[in-house]
């Protein structure tokens, strides 16, 4: 089966640290540049952050660069997300997502920063 499962999320207060994991099956994870995205409550989905297929570019939003670190693990099939220095405005669901387009994205996990 093709999917993506995103798990790591949590409870934090301002200025914590989490650290987010997606694990691919069912396609050639290390041929894909991956994505993380994330939604807030009652917004739209927010592009976070990329990491090329070799692992060698890697590309954030302004809102995280320098707070958050994207890599992966093409032997485990996995990508991850460090996220540091959390902020409330962090708080959403968190999607990894593959180039591919037909990788549907994961139920996605939940990070919620308290102020």
């Known amino acids: 089966e093709v999917q993506l499962v995103e798990s790591g999320g949590g409870m934090v207060q301002a200025g914590g640290s989490l650290t987010l994991s997606c694990v691919a099956s069912?396609?050639?994870?290390?041929?894909?540049?991956m994505s993380w995205n994330r939604q807030a409550p009652g917004k739209g989905p927010e592009w976070v952050a990329t990491?090329?297929?070799?692992?060698?570019?890697?590309w954030y939003a302004d809102s995280v660069r320098g707070r958050f670190t994207v890599t992966r693990d093409n032997g485990q099939k996995m990508s991850f997300l460090q996220m540091q220095s959390l902020k409330p405005e962090d708080t959403g669901v968190y999607y990894c997502?593959?180039?591919?387009?037909?990788?549907?994205w994961g139920q996605g996990t939940q990070v919620t920063v308290s102020s």
């Open positions: 997502k593959s180039d591919d387009y037909r990788v549907p």
């Open positions: 990491i090329s297929h070799p692992g060698g570019l890697k």
């Open positions: 069912g396609f050639n994870f290390s041929l894909n540049t």
